[in-house]
């Protein structure tokens, strides 16, 4: 293992050398985040390499709307609201539904959990909150066709599935962008094959490296990034092999495609992002929580002074943002990217704070 | 938001975290100040006569109440006798009150008293006193147990004892009991599944404390794992701490389990693991006491006590791929329930 890190450090110097400028590198997901931290990856790294935690938690991206939506669902009597764990605890414009005493929240760890809730409870209309990126859609598209099989009217989806790729060129399309190129998700790439990120590379030149998340990887994953900068050479390459195919999980694709549309719904700091956002078809909008209820999406402030929004475009590190450490912090998160243990914020407070103080 | 938070208990107000500490130190402790609590420790040292005896108790809510490797009958008596042997006890007596839901299967009772039974034979004290109440349906979850112990002392243990070089010696491998607990709970399967450690201390603490000399400090790694116990004797004893990753044992599944659902396994809970802070000169003689002992087999030197290098004290981890990282007090809501 030494002998392929210092291979993989040997990599990053020249390649930051023979550049003369710094390389920014996104690593578009959490998991990468919070893997970078806990392994100590940060201190090896040549000091012209930055490393950008990109929108890649899905509760962070989740827009301040919805999570107003949710809580707005929460004080309906007549409904379950049936979420994720982090979920419960990101701060709208009254409360969290962590604080929301009377409504009913119940914390699932599946869409499958959420439909036995439905069934449990025929005299209340469960409310799914399903956020997640192509990892968690298939397992919703798979609740939603089990749902309309056994025609359980009281159980809907409030849908914040969001896409990868819109996402990183939105990021791209922003001429403020300083993202030399991506560190891009093992676990979303098994969903959408390697070839998914051909476009980015064709379109904006930056490259894309599909990487696990052991620390192996994940070095190796950089040094393949410095190696494409450096030579001015963009491609895609997975080193996470034979785990990620280049055309990805054609089954899991296909539940999407039959239950999801793509369509132009909000990220909290990205704004509205041209089919970035997935909603179910007409076919099954009985499930539809937004349908459902009447509930238009309409887009939220963020709290004052909170700066996830730039946190999740690389704009800004999380100890720019005047309330890191003092008035946010996990016990009492302002943003989201405080409350999800794959935010950067959180993952910066849990691991780096000292190494921030020390320069 | 911060006014919600204080008009009402959250879960996080009992996770081992900050918001715990806060509740502690703001409503508890002012109400009942005392400098024997005060003093937070695992064991309050109490005089009985001239006797000097350490008294403590602890509350069992864990859900499931049947998990591999025990169930909620052996927690509670291992709890207890743990907290008392690290505070450098020998445990002699403890009692046990039941606080059981109307409906309760008789079978599943007399199952977990027989599992509380063989547990204080093993750890050699006798449960001499006790309460039963039944609640109604719903008032709640199947059982909970609170038990008390008592013990004499026969060292004694303090972070006030800890010095920069000392070392810091686990006996065994990390994170077993939480993810013992959290794959259950979550139908994650295993081919072996993975066994709680929970286990009586008190054999293998009395063996080093009456065997060894150097001992400086002892503390059970339960809720918050690891990396609260660490954190906590930072702080006391104003000293840095470096853990060594490639030291740290770690059964596989448990670390496969850990990576799968998002845990470190520093922060996660165990039932039989107790953090030694050890004399640099005694390290290697605490080390051959521990693997001796059927409790310790596994047991390993993980890191040492080093000068805080700021107002501060903090605990870093030189982690495998020759990185460095702060190892966190952890916020202490990841897991409700897992005692």
Redesign the interface.
């Known amino acids: 293992?030494?002998n392929r890190?210092m291979k993989a450090q040997r990599l990053m110097d020249a390649a930051c050398l023979r550049l003369g400028r710094p390389i920014n590198v996104m690593e578009v997901c959490g998991?990468h985040t919070?893997s970078i931290?806990?392994?100590?990856?940060?201190?090896?790294l040549p000091e012209g390499l930055k490393l950008l935690s990109g929108p890649g938690c899905p509760v962070c991206v989740t827009d301040q709307g919805f999570i107003d939506v949710v809580l707005e669902l929460a004080e309906r009597e007549d409904c379950i609201i049936a979420t994720y764990g982090d979920m419960v605890r990101v701060?709208g414009k009254s409360?969290?539904l962590?604080?929301k005493?009377e409504a009913d929240v119940r914390v699932v760890?599946s869409s499958e959990d959420a439909m036995t809730l439905a069934e449990r409870h025929p005299d209340k209309t469960v409310v799914f909150v399903a956020v997640g990126f192509e990892t968690t859609t298939p397992a919703t598209a798979v609740a939603v066709g089990e749902a309309a099989k056994r025609d359980l009217k009281n159980f809907c989806v409030l849908s914040g599935h969001k896409l990868v790729i819109p996402a990183m060129r939105a990021l791209l399309s922003d001429k403020n962008n300083q993202i030399d190129a991506f560190l891009c998700p093992g676990h979303v790439s098994v969903i959408i094959g390697s070839d998914a990120y051909i476009p980015i590379v064709e379109e904006f030149g930056r490259p894309c490296v599909v990487a696990g998340?052991e620390?192996?990887q994940v070095?190796e994953g950089i040094a393949e990034i410095c190696r494409q900068v450096a030579n001015d050479a963009p491609e895609v390459v997975s080193i996470y092999e034979g785990v990620v195919s280049r055309e990805g999980n054609k089954t899991a694709q296909a539940l999407m495609d039959t239950y999801f549309e793509p369509y132009d719904g909000f990220w909290r700091g990205l704004g509205r992002i041209p089919g970035g956002t997935l909603r179910l078809k007409e076919a099954y909008e009985q499930f539809d929580a937004m349908r459902r209820f009447g509930i238009e999406e309409i887009p939220a402030e963020e709290p004052q002074g909170c700066r996830c929004g730039e946190v999740l475009c690389g704009l800004a590190q999380p100890m720019e943002c005047g309330m890191f450490e003092t008035r946010c912090t996990?016990?009492?998160p302002v943003g989201p990217c405080m409350v999800s243990?794959?935010g950067a914020c959180a993952a910066w407070?849990?691991?780096?704070?000292?190494?921030r103080?020390?320069g | 938001?911060?006014e919600?938070?204080d008009k009402?208990i959250?879960l996080?107000h009992g996770g081992g975290?900050?918001?715990m500490g806060s509740l502690i130190a703001t409503k508890i402790l002012p109400r009942f100040a005392n400098a024997t609590l005060g003093q937070l420790a695992d064991a309050a040292a109490v005089k009985v006569g001239d006797t000097s005896v350490l008294f403590t108790t602890d509350s069992f809510v864990v859900k499931p109440l049947f998990f591999h490797g025990g169930d909620i009958g052996k927690l509670a008596v291992c709890g207890t006798v743990n907290d008392l042997a690290v505070a450098g006890a020998r445990p002699v007596a403890l009692s046990l009150a039941l606080i059981i839901e109307e409906g309760f299967e008789m079978a599943l009772l007399e199952k977990i008293l027989d599992s509380a039974a063989e547990a204080a034979r093993e750890a050699g004290v006798e449960i001499v006193a006790g309460d039963t109440k039944v609640v109604e349906r719903g008032a709640a979850d199947g059982i909970f147990i609170n038990t008390a112990g008592i013990g004499t002392r026969i060292a004694d243990l303090s972070m006030k004892h800890i010095e920069a070089g000392d070392a810091i010696i686990i006996n065994g491998a990390i994170g077993d009991h939480g993810m013992a607990i959290m794959s259950q709970r979550?139908g994650i399967e295993f081919d072996s599944p993975i066994q709680s450690d929970c286990a009586a201390l008190s054999p293998l603490t009395c063996a080093i404390l009456e065997g060894t000399d150097g001992v400086r400090f002892m503390r059970d790694a339960t809720r918050g794992g690891v990396a609260a116990v660490l954190n906590e004797i930072a702080a006391g004893a104003r000293h840095d701490i470096e853990l060594v990753e490639t030291q740290l044992p770690v059964n596989a599944a448990v670390q496969a389990a850990a990576?799968m659902l998002?845990f470190?396994v520093l922060d996660i809970a165990n039932e039989g693991k107790v953090i030694i802070v050890v004399s640099q000169a005694s390290a290697a003689a605490v080390l051959e006491t521990c693997r001796a002992h059927a409790l310790g087999r596994q047991a390993a030197v993980i890191g040492r006590v080093l000068e805080a290098a700021?107002d501060e004290a903090?605990v870093?981890?030189?982690?495998?791929?020759?990185?460095?990282?702060?190892v966190?007090m952890p916020?202490g809501r990841e897991l409700p329930r897992i005692c």
């Open positions: 293992m030494l890190i998991t919070v931290f806990r392994n100590g990856i940060r201190p090896t701060p409360g969290s962590e604080t005493h760890l998340f620390p192996m070095i996990p016990d009492t243990s794959e407070y849990k691991y780096g704070r000292r190494r103080r020390n | 938001m911060d919600e938070r009402r959250l996080a975290g900050r918001l979550k990576d998002g470190d700021d903090i870093e981890m030189a982690t495998v791929i020759g990185g460095r990282r702060v966190q916020y």
